[in-house]
């Protein structure tokens, strides 16, 4: 499986746990009422559910996937940004 291959199904794990978030906060909201400790809830499973995104690097160069400069954006790179690699198809 390509780096870009893992990356993607990163951001489709990432969409998943998001809806999964979102509606455990809206349901707790609906029977319980606001709960800060539910939004900080899913606030964390988002966060360990991301760690996984910080090792998705260019196998030559070692840039993350995710990282655009100073911004992390949702999709990957399909090609490298700094040294160009195609990270669609499996290294050797």
């Not at 499986?1 to 509606?23: E, I, K």
């Not at 911004?71 to 090609?79: D, H, L, S």
């Amino acid at each position: 499986m390509s780096t870009y291959d893992r990356a993607t199904r990163h951001a489709w794990w990432m969409l998943g746990a998001l809806t999964v978030a979102v509606l455990f906060v809206a349901v707790v909201d609906r029977f319980y009422g606001h709960s800060t400790l539910a939004f900080a809830a899913a606030i964390v499973g988002l966060v360990v559910a991301n760690r996984r995104m910080l090792s998705l690097n260019c196998p030559h160069c070692g840039k993350n996937l995710f990282f655009r400069g100073l911004f992390v954006v949702p999709w990957p790179n399909r090609t490298c940004g700094k040294c160009g690699a195609a990270l669609d198809r499996e290294s050797r």
